[in-house]
């Protein structure tokens, strides 16, 4: 059974940071290509950023490029995205997911960025 746990979201200040993982189980964690998505209530889920599967490679949303380096351990099942220099638009629920054939989503971890 494939699982996709977020976690480490949170309120935080604008110009703080958050570090987010992502646990997956139930599939070949390493040969794939994993994604971080991000989704505003009343607005289409968006790509922020993506990982190949043995992390040699990252792209990103152009408007992230810098702030959010993302990661992975392979040995761990786990992705990450350590988010920089935060901003109220950045407030979102943060989801994980493979960037082909995706599977259902997972939970999803809220972050809120707000003085």
């Known amino acids: 059974q494939v699982q996709l746990v977020e976690s480490g979201g949170g309120l935080v200040q604008p110009g703080g940071s958050l570090r987010l993982s992502c646990a997956a189980s139930g599939f070949t964690f390493s040969s794939s290509a994993m994604s971080w998505y991000r989704q505003v209530p009343g607005k289409e889920r968006e790509l922020v950023a993506t990982?190949?599967?043995?992390?040699?490679?990252?792209g990103y949303a152009n408007s992230l490029k810098g702030r959010f380096p993302l990661s992975r351990d392979n040995a761990k099942n786990t992705l990450y995205l350590q988010m920089n220099s935060l901003k109220p638009e950045d407030t979102a629920k943060y989801y994980c997911?493979?960037?082909?054939?995706?599977?259902?989503w997972g939970p999803g971890t809220q972050v809120t960025v707000s003085s």
């Open positions: 997911n493979k960037l082909y054939l995706p599977f259902p």
């Open positions: 990982i190949t599967n043995n992390g040699a490679s990252t």
